[in-house]
């Protein structure tokens, strides 16, 4: 296995990786939601990094992280196919994304994680991560403040 920073050579199969992983999460709780994030800072396009993961020259999985104005980074997208998960990818792309994080000076990572998505929230806790704030919403569609 092989996990580097992405060439733009890899443009092309990182994009297919992409589109898997929004099909994904589109179907988890609070994945729309992540959709529109990810998608919004596709538009800051130089203040992301993408780490891909290979094997036998195959890039089986990436992870994207965003750099912030204050010393902070966010994981906003790790995907790995199905057929190599569980052999180490993911965690191969997230300690690159620390070690990248590190070496730019940044104190701290956050990382984005759905309910219900058991394996991402692992992954992440098995590498110190420690979940520090849960974002509640209410949508008012529909809302009649007539009734009380």
Known sequence: M??????????PAVKDLQMHFLSEVS????????VRTVGAASEVEESTVLVV?????CIVGYCSVVF???????????YVEPGARRIGVGEALLEAVVKLAFSRGLKSLDAL?????????????GLGFKARLLVLKLSLAGFDSRSG
């Not at 179907?27 to 992540?34: A, H, I």
């Not at 993961?53 to 020259?57: M, P």
């Not at 912030?68 to 790790?78: A, L």
């Open 2 to 11: 092989v996990v580097r920073r992405q060439v733009s050579e890899d443009k």
């Open 27 to 34: 179907n988890l709780r609070g994945g729309e939601e992540l």
């Open 53 to 57: 993961g290979e094997i036998d020259g």
């Open 68 to 78: 912030g104005p204050n010393d902070t980074g966010t994981v906003d997208q790790i």
């Open 113 to 125: 994680a759905l309910p219900g998505a058991r394996e991402v929230k692992n992954l992440l806790e």
